[in-house]
């Protein structure tokens, strides 16, 4: 058992120190341009439930954080080969000449095959920072400078196509006592390559106020003529759910009752999240960069209009100069995370010089200083602790977090799902079961929330509240008549920093059942703590905790 537990650690920490780094002196970009996206769904019409999932579908929010290109269809064929879905995607997407309507939007044009510049002027505007804004002041140009901005976001197109399959009720499903809904769903991203080339053919289509008829007919049939590309650049498949226990059973009466169709909605909400959260996580030109503008607290002048949300994670990084190199090079001083919903500013404005700040929270590294640069940097806000605890209740112990802030807008709050197991000999069992053994092998499982609180730049609190189950196995005892009994468990954890995914953590917990030993036939036996006598109270724990 001792050896499971430290194989268990040594595969924790090799995962810890590996597996997670960011190469240092990879050039960092400090400039971040607003990047654009056409979001299409394929049209499953043969697909369980589909008629339902399409019904939904205009209800999505698609995110603030991108231009808006979307079409006058949100649909596109079925691809015929699963196996090289991209492909037939692809060949879809040219089939239907969505790049050249996306950057026909782009320049407004019209049935007649007239364009104008009105929406790249307004997005250039608008996707101007209060930097931007200053610097145009100071120019000639003024505001015509941060309207021509908008002419390289074009270059930032791209197209996102949402494939749902396996859509599935709970009971479908077969999780019982469930309503809602599950699906799993790939994202296939693709850029518009609108290189010079492309670019001067497609200026040549344009049509001016003095144009002859002859001349204007020309460029309508060049326009027809015209091939913009597109480039594949990943996918991203993963499985979403969106559920609550029925109203008859007792956690049930925890939820505000949601209908299936509220569940369904929510279900193709998560659906496009999640799956642009991960496609971030890949695509530089999808991670928001801006400079530390305040350091007492953490701010910085992003918001609603980059897409920021409670705990995303930022790298925080200070150019320093390198001799040998003659080059200064990106060297990360810490790492910050957004900090509640009531933190996060509304930008979703034109730049004038006065746009508001975020609040961040630092979770690792050195003091940092007004200027430093801030990358986006997702994670999955999912925590592993392995280690031991120590106690009556003690032995090998595990433990995941579930980071809540992007969901709920509040910062550093879990929940968690535990599980731990031990031995030991229990005379008293004698007397309460019929077995001549007095050697109990003990299996705990639970969960529970937590509240995360830094107390320094590279120390946590963390105090949790939950509650589980133990159960008792012995070589004279079936598997049905193997007691068990409930528990509530208190505690708290401290966790120091060795690196900003890896940290060693101590804490202690209290663990109190509230239920006598029990069978599965229902047979009260007696307390727990007599039945395995003084097995309850506190236990001490000690381990390592990464994230990822």
Known sequence: MKNLLFISLFIALAS?????????????????????????????????????????????????KYNNNNLETLY??????????????????????????????????????TMDMTMVHER?????????????????RGNAALEEFGNRLINLSYILVLDLKDIKTMAEAGVVKTKGWQASVTGYLFKVNFNDEVKYAFYDTWIYDDDTEEVKDQKRKAFDALDIPIEPVLQKSVSVASSQPESDTGLGLLFKPKSTEQLLEELLQKAYDETVYRIEM???????????????????????????QTDIRFFVYEYVYNEKTNEAEPKRRGVIRAASKSTITDNRKVAEGDMG???????????????????????????????????????????VDLRLGRFIGIKSLFVYLEAGFDAGDYPSASSYLPVSDESFMFLRFG?????????????????????????ASNDEISDEDAPSAIYIKPGVNLALNLKHNFQLIGGVGVYAFISNAASDNNDDIGPWDSVFLDRTGPSAFIGIKFGF
Request: net charge positive.
């Open 76 to 113: 596109i064929s079925p691809n015929t080969a699963r196996g090289v879905a991209q492909n037939e995607i692809a060949n879809n997407l040219n089939n239907f000449r969505v790049a050249k309507k996306v950057v026909a939007k782009w320049y407004n044009r019209q049935p007649d095959g």
């Open 16 to 64: 810890c120190l590996f597996g997670q780094g960011v190469k240092e002196g990879e050039k960092i970009s400090t400039t971040y341009d607003r990047s654009s996206l056409t979001v299409l769904f394929v049209d499953n019409q043969t697909s369980n439930h589909w008629n339902e999932v399409r019904a939904k579908i205009s209800k999505i929010v698609f995110s603030d």
């Open 282 to 308: 890949d695509i530089e030109e999808f991670k928001v960069k801006t400079a530390l503008y305040e350091t007492r607290p953490l701010r910085a002048k992003i918001g609603l209009k980059e897409g920021l």
């Open 124 to 140: 250039g505007r608008f996707s101007a920072t209060d930097a931007d804004f200053l610097l145009a002041q100071t120019s000639k």
């Open 357 to 399: 700040t975020s609040q961040f929270y630092q979770v690792h590294g050195r003091k940092l200083d007004q200027g430093f640069i801030l990358q986006q940097q997702n994670d999955l806000g999912i925590e592993v602790s392995l280690g031991a605890e120590l106690g009556e209740i003690g032995g090998g112990y595990g433990r």
């Open 447 to 471: 969960g529970g929330i937590a509240k995360g609180m830094q107390l320094t730049r590279n120390l946590e609190l963390r105090p949790y509240f939950g509650a589980g189950a133990e159960v």
